[in-house]
């Protein structure tokens, strides 16, 4: 197996955990929070997915899914477009509501297409670029992207549990 091939399983992997975290919830269902300080499901896989494509798209160069592809306009959220979630308020969190869970998942596997495209094409020696020189050390590509999964995973792995939550309601 491949340094590509294994990225490209690692961001399949993910995407199976949100999918079975979202479809299938209302609008409703995906705001649920715990408590008044919880993350609701819509915003982990809002915010997890956002922070892929805002690294991947810096590591490669390239622009971010959520503005080049009109995310942004249909999510309609009362967020700066540059917004990540990092670091988001409560009242921030409890700002990012959703239409439906296809809207989430549209958009996820709309990053998740353009992240293994970009992962595909990586060869070994790639991933010791330095792509973020605010760090000491600096970042490589193989860190952020290592980073990301790791993120990603945590965040996903959230949602299904309060998907659990929801349904021993």
């Not at 409890?94 to 094409?121: K, N």
Request: proline letters at 3%; aromatic letters at 8%; hydrophobic letters at 40%.
């Amino acid at each position: 197996m491949t340094s590509a091939e294994l990225l490209t399983d690692a961001f399949d992997r993910i995407q199976e955990v949100v999918h079975g975290a979202v479809e299938g919830l209302s609008s409703e269902e995906l705001a649920f929070r715990a408590d008044g300080d919880a993350n609701s499901i819509a915003w982990l896989v809002w915010h997890l997915t956002r922070v892929q494509d805002d690294h991947v798209a810096d590591a490669a160069g390239t622009p971010q899914v959520w503005t080049s592809d009109g995310w942004a306009d249909r999510f309609a959220l009362p967020l700066d477009p540059s917004d990540t979630g990092y670091g988001h308020s409560s009242k921030d969190v409890a700002a990012v509501r959703v239409e439906s869970a296809d809207l989430l998942t549209g958009y996820h596997d709309a990053v998740h297409d353009r992240t293994c495209e970009y992962v595909s094409g990586l060869a070994d020696g790639d991933l010791g670029r330095v792509v973020d020189t605010n760090w000491d050390p600096p970042v490589t590509l193989a860190v952020r992207l290592i980073s990301v999964i790791s993120d990603d995973l945590q965040h996903a792995g959230q949602a299904a549990f309060v998907r659990g939550l929801l349904q021993r309601r």
